[in-house]
């Protein structure tokens, strides 16, 4: 019985809190990004973005081959141009140990990738994948576009 009111708790605690917040760039940066144009020559862009409903008093970071993006709230996207023709490893933090999504990058192709959040036993672990383009304009047109470059590791 104890155990069960104690999940409940660590449940309730996670719909309850307030919503996580990070630095946002201005509106018409973020309707630029919304306008998913193609990437400069030679280059891919990636759309990594987070709109789940599912532990919105987190942050977690996002890397690309180690390099900090940022840290992700509810509903906000970041939008980075890479090297095209390259394989990159996109990461994210979790409960115990990253998570990561490794992709092939083709110059002047977009690439968006959803970071969603699970519950674990103690905090909520995040996870990444690659989303085709059609959803992925979906999904980020609703969404505000985050400050890059920092990272809580």
Known sequence: MLKNIGFLAIILAF??????????ESEEKSQ????????????????????????RALK?????????IGETAPDVFFYKEVEGDKEYK?????????????????????YFIRQ????????????LELIDEEQGKKDVSKLDLAVQGTCSQ
Not at 37 to 43: A, I, L, Q, T, Y
Not at 60 to 68: A, L, R, S
Not at 116 to 127: E, H, P, Q, S
């Open 15 to 24: 719909f309850v809190t307030g919503c996580a917040s990070v630095p946002l």
């Open 60 to 68: 977690k970071d996002v890397w690309v081959d180690g390099k900090c």
């Open 116 to 127: 969603y959040i699970k519950l674990g036993v103690f905090v909520g672990g995040a996870g």
């Open 90 to 110: 996109i990461s994210t933090e979790s409960e115990f140990s990253p998570n990561d999504l490794i992709i092939n990058a083709k110059a002047g192709m977009l």
């Open 32 to 55: 630029q990004a919304k306008q998913f144009e193609e990437p400069s020559e030679g280059k891919a862009g990636l759309y990594i973005y987070r709109d789940s409903f599912v532990g």
